[in-house]
């Protein structure tokens, strides 16, 4: 039962967030600025959103050939068109339930390429941890280019002693699982215990990599595509066409939370987008038009390429042993 009802609120919480964003967004216009959202969806030059999706669907190829750089350590080194079936499968995944596409990924990549889950799932995490870094790095960069606004804007929309409060109850909770762990002897505690052992091995395996080197080119590849997919999508509109960089890669590092923490940025991510732009002078119509048709268009090429890969995945390993 409480499990059931953990499934349910992680899938209609961020569902329901979604939704309340859009309801609240919409609510909030003038049938006369609605109109002028609309237009917006009609002049705006798809030529680069075409090409905005094209550089994000390259990052996902970098990063499929990136992740055998960190399962060849461990023993295994899967097809590169695996990798991102896997990879695009999770995408789609996390449309539905936050962060399940990295089980999915793990998942497949056991099924089809017989790497055992906890040691894929744990180069997973590894990649995760990575990512993490550089979105950190690039907030760190907003925060340094634009302090002022971007302080302004965050403490409207998040609170600062429960953000601290919220931290301090994961690390006693950190703490207390690893107490657990330490003195308990049950046989479930066993099997957590073999399960990151596996999982360890995973997270390391980027310090036992042999190309280095050539991850971090491919990492700064990937992210450096991110940014360049969602500076070009700017050019659609000619309200965002002039943005300075320091704005873009703010709008970039708050499109990037609410893309990751939600159901794939439903609701929240035009929202949000739309929201810090305003903060730099751009009218909230033009930029809850350009969140939507960013955030749609990215959304469009997940749902085509993840349904695809669930298709072809079967077809493609048909047959192997």
Sequence with gaps: MKKSLTKFLKIALPLALGIFLVYYSYTKFTPEQLDEIAFYFKK??????????????????IRAVRWNLLLEPVGYKPSVVNNFMAISVAYLMNMFIPKSGEISRGIVLDKYEKVPFDKGFGTIISERVVDLVFLMAFTALALFLEFDDLYAFLTE???????????GALLAFGIIFLLFLNYSKSNLTQKIKQFLLGLKDGVFSIFKMKKKFSFIIQTFLIWGLYLLSFYTAMYALEDTASIP???????????????????????????????????FGIAETAGTAFGWIVWTSNISSIIIF?????????????GKK
């Design 306 to 318: 993840g349904g695809l890969s669930f298709l072809f995945l079967p077809i493609y390993n048909k």
């Design 44 to 61: 705006a030059d798809y030529t680069f959103i075409v090409l905005s999706v094209f550089l994000s669907l390259v990052s996902h190829i």
């Design 245 to 279: 960089i320091g704005t873009v890669i703010i709008a970039f590092v708050v499109g990037s939370f609410a893309f990751a923490f939600t159901n794939s940025g439903f609701g929240s991510y035009p929202f949000f987008v739309a929201a810090i732009l305003a903060v």
């Design 157 to 167: 929309i998040i609170n600062p002693s429960k953000l601290i409060l919220v931290f």
